[in-house]
């Protein structure tokens, strides 16, 4: 389970005393991400001396035509440009310039060259990821199996048990005279080995120690954060599957065994100043990469949190787009079926889409859950795992059918979290049932994640008519590991089918799920097309799809999955104005150096917001 998407999370959030929630809201404002970004890079208006405007006696045109050494429009009619005019956050038109200056007629502009000697693509979106899990991740010591490049600082990988140990005694050792908790995340055992309660007694025998596994399914504690979180033995036995999923002795909770530890754990864990600071740091991360829109499918509402979205993701500096699904596992399991499609229609009325707001619920979207976390190897698996382990079901695949029968006939486009073959014939089988009963064209149901399948699979999602938005950084971080362990390299290497979804014509977008990976969408982009390993090998070369399929993984696709291709993905007239801008074009580059193109900033709603350099 992931550890804020569970009941008990809400519940500690809702816990806060007054005065802490008061503090933890006023922390938020006083850390915005206004501060964080706008103050330092934008946004910026053109040098006036390089506009050019042409209509006399104007002091302000309401017309600005950028012009720019290629313009990527992602349309299939007019795929490239050198000129684009906005009004307002509006595109108006998009060609050359002369075409541009014909098409604008008789009405007043100026010509801001700022992007003359760039490549200027529709902003890029991440179409799936998590800001608080982001947030409370990348906020704490990172030590993972990859490279974490962050706003002013960095974490270079850690690919054995020795460097992973020699990292955590430093961290540790660096404040060894603390008494206040210490957190890391990015652990995994099949690069950093065995990791018991004991092997952190020996870093402390007195602070709280926790290790955050990386799939953000496990925690490791040490005997002073057992004891701080006041947890016994006695209390985690005799709870059924919970109880199966604690290895006291070890210090060692996951999946359902977490509910033993959230609760007192969210007390340490998400304090008012360490989720600011997350926040502020992930929407610097998501800006210096060409994020200009990313969805949070299954959000975590409370009011309480909301208000924190509201002051730092919704800031008038934050240059992006926070959009939201309702959580159809959290809210139909607290009200219950018969209550469920109300309880949802009441969330997304929260923060309804708007003309001039950032944030918003996406209406008739739902999110839902097949089977476990691919990281955790939890994914059920139609031939099992090599080493005898078994999958898990997020949503056994009834409760799920129930689930999916009452969102569909009320018309929803669902969007389902599956990793295992399994899992996904659990799923296609519901859909072809519910498509049955009830068809519906254009219903886009997203296959989410979309990590393991079969040949076979991929043609039943194009004959029924589904989609998919798959992690792309799936090959490449765990095909070589997962095809030692678990699956082995047949199956890893099939992982991610982008080339069959797209030989069966079926939509295609990308995502990064962070904290699970990267929050890039050029390196997103590049692990679609090069699915090049650490070990330097190709996992499923018949996998891999062209730069120009990967870049609309990351615009327009994404934009079509979430309904939204008439308003954001590509740039056309009538769109709104969201651009980023590029120092090379990634279609000129060497392939395998796509996701290193430089990203100079982004155009958000017709205003600059350069990147801040350091």
């Given at each position: 389970m992931c550890i804020v998407c569970s009941p008990e999370f809400s519940n500690a959030i809702r816990a806060l005393s007054f005065k802490s929630r008061r503090q933890f809201l006023c922390a938020a404002a006083a850390a915005t991400a206004g501060a964080l970004v706008a103050e330092t890079?934008?946004?910026?208006?053109?040098?006036?001396?390089?506009?050019?405007?042409?209509?006399?006696?104007?002091?302000?045109?309401?017309?600005?035509?950028?012009?720019?050494?290629?313009?990527?429009?992602?349309?299939?009619?007019?795929?490239?440009?050198?000129?684009?005019?906005?009004?307002?956050?509006?595109?108006?038109?998009?060609?050359?310039?002369?075409?541009?200056?014909?098409?604008?007629?008789?009405?007043?502009?100026?010509?801001?060259?700022?992007?003359?000697d760039k490549v200027v693509l529709p902003g890029l979106i991440d179409q799936h990821l998590h800001p608080v899990l982001g947030a409370l991740t990348l906020a704490v010591e990172v030590i993972a199996p990859e490279d974490w490049m962050l706003p002013g600082k960095?974490?270079?990988?850690?690919?054995?048990?020795?460097?992973?140990?020699?990292?955590?005694?430093?961290?540790v050792d660096a404040s060894k005279d603390s008494n206040d908790w210490f957190f890391t995340?990015?652990?995994?055992?099949?690069?950093?080995?065995?990791?018991?309660?004991?092997?952190?007694?020996?870093?402390?025998?007195?602070?709280?120690?926790?290790?955050?596994?990386?799939?953000?399914?496990?925690?490791?504690?040490?005997?002073?954060?057992i004891a701080a979180l006041g947890v016994t033995e006695e209390a985690t036995r005799g709870k059924g599957e919970w109880s199966e999923q604690v290895d006291f002795a070890n210090g060692h909770f996951w999946e359902g065994g977490l509910n033993f530890i959230i609760g007192p754990m969210m007390k340490v864990l998400a304090t008012p100043d360490r989720l600011s600071f997350g926040l502020n740091q992930m929407v610097a991360y998501l800006h210096a990469n060409g994020v200009t829109a990313y969805n949070e499918p299954g959000a975590l509402y409370t009011p309480d949190m909301w208000t924190l979205y509201e002051q730092i993701l919704g800031a008038p500096g934050t240059p992006m787009y926070a959009t939201?699904?309702?959580?159809?596992?959290?809210?139909?399991?607290?009200?219950?079926?018969?209550?469920?499609?109300?309880?949802?229609?009441?969330?997304?009325?929260?923060?309804?889409?708007?003309?001039?707001?950032?944030?918003?619920?996406?209406?008739?979207?739902?999110?839902?859950?097949a089977d476990g976390a691919i990281i955790s190897q939890l994914m059920q698996m139609k031939d099992g795992y090599l080493d005898g382990h078994k999958g898990e079901w997020i949503i056994p695949p009834d409760e799920l059918e129930k689930r999916m029968r009452l969102f569909w006939n009320a018309g929803y486009q669902i969007h389902i979290h599956v990793n295992g073959d399994l899992g996904l014939e659990a799923l296609l089988d519901i859909i072809e049932k519910l498509m049955s009963e009830n068809p519906r064209a254009d219903h886009r149901t997203v296959i989410v994640h979309f990590a393991n399948s079969t040949e076979e699979q991929v043609g039943r999602i194009a004959r029924l008519g589904a989609i998919v938005s798959a992690n792309p950084y799936y090959p490449v971080g765990f095909a070589d590991k997962y095809g030692e362990v678990g699956l082995g390299p047949q199956r890893?290497?099939?992982?991610?089918?982008?080339?069959?979804?797209?030989?069966?014509?079926?939509?295609?977008?990308?995502?990064?799920?962070?904290?699970?990976?990267?929050?890039?969408?050029?390196?997103?982009?590049?692990?679609?097309?090069?699915?090049?390993?650490?070990?330097?090998?190709?996992?499923?070369?018949?996998?891999?799809?062209?730069?120009?399929?990967?870049?609309?993984?990351?615009?327009?696709?994404?934009?079509?999955?979430?309904?939204?291709?008439?308003?954001?993905?590509?740039?056309a007239p009538g769109k709104i104005a969201n651009f980023t801008v590029l120092e090379e074009d990634p279609y000129a580059v060497d392939a395998t150096k796509l996701k290193d193109v430089p990203v100079w900033g982004t155009v958000f709603e017709g205003a600059i917001y350069p990147v801040a350099r350091r």
């Open positions: 890079v934008g946004p910026a208006l053109a040098d006036g001396s390089i506009d050019e405007t042409l209509a006399s006696g104007l002091a302000t045109a309401p017309i600005t035509i950028f012009v720019a050494r290629k313009i990527v429009t992602m349309e299939r009619d007019n795929p490239t440009a050198t000129a684009v005019a906005v009004k307002g956050d509006r595109i108006v038109a998009a060609g050359s310039l002369d075409e541009v200056k014909a098409a604008l007629g008789a009405q007043p502009y100026r010509i801001d060259r700022t992007f003359a960095s974490s270079r990988a850690a690919m054995t048990p020795e460097d992973y140990r020699a990292r955590l005694k430093s961290a995340w990015g652990y995994h055992g099949l690069w950093h080995g065995p990791l018991s309660r004991a092997d952190l007694n020996k870093l402390s025998a007195t602070r709280p120690i926790a290790v955050w596994q990386r799939s953000c399914h496990e925690f490791y504690l040490n005997d002073a954060a939201f699904l309702a959580d159809g596992r959290g809210i139909l399991d607290r009200v219950g079926l018969d209550k469920g499609l109300a309880a949802v229609e009441q969330q997304i009325a929260v923060a309804p889409a708007a003309p001039g707001k950032k944030l918003m619920f996406f209406p008739g979207q739902i999110k839902l859950f890893t290497d099939a992982m991610v089918r982008a080339g069959s979804v797209l030989k069966h014509d079926i939509p295609l977008s990308y995502h990064s799920d962070l904290p699970m990976g990267p929050a890039a969408p050029l390196a997103l982009a590049s692990f679609g097309v090069n699915r090049i390993t650490p070990s330097s090998r190709v996992a499923g070369p018949e996998q891999r799809i062209s730069v120009d399929d990967a870049l609309r993984a990351v615009t327009i696709e994404a934009a079509f999955s979430w309904r939204q291709e008439d308003k954001i993905g590509s740039i």
